[in-house]
């Protein structure tokens, strides 16, 4: 069975850090899209950083460059999101993705076919 697991959320006062870890069991990180997403209440599922192994680009949205950093570590078959200076409007239900669309990696949601479950981050000020 094909699983992702997130893991690492927490709450955190404003500027501080947070490591999130995305553990995929039964499925092996190749040169598909891998991403985080979040979900704040009230809004829909955004991008927040992807990784396109087929080319080793990385990318980001404007709210988080400079602070959010996606790594792959394939022997570990993790992703994880390196969080820094996190503000209050970082709170959300952040997620993690794989096999998604190389033409879209950041920005192509729907198009992601592997999901895990979830980790709450909550950036108090």
């Known amino acids: 069975q094909v699983q992702l697991v997130e893991s690492g959320g927490d709450s955190v006062q404003a500027g501080g850090s947070l490591r999130l870890s995305c553990a995929a069991s039964?499925?092996?990180?190749?040169?598909?899209?891998v991403g985080w997403f979040r979900r704040a209440p009230g809004t829909q599922r955004e991008g927040v950083a992807a990784?396109?192994?087929?080319?080793?680009?990385?990318y980001y949205a404007d709210s988080v460059k400079g602070r959010f950093t996606i790594s792959q570590d394939n022997a570990k078959s993790t992703i994880y999101l390196q969080m820094n200076s996190l503000k209050p409007e970082d709170t959300a239900m952040y997620y993690c993705a794989a096999d998604g669309p190389a033409g879209s990696c950041l920005y192509g949601v729907d198009w992601y076919t592997l999901w895990g479950q979830g980790t709450q981050v909550t950036v108090s000020s």
């Open positions: 039964g499925y092996t990180f190749s040169s598909d899209c």
């Open positions: 990784f396109y192994a087929g080319i080793g680009s990385t």
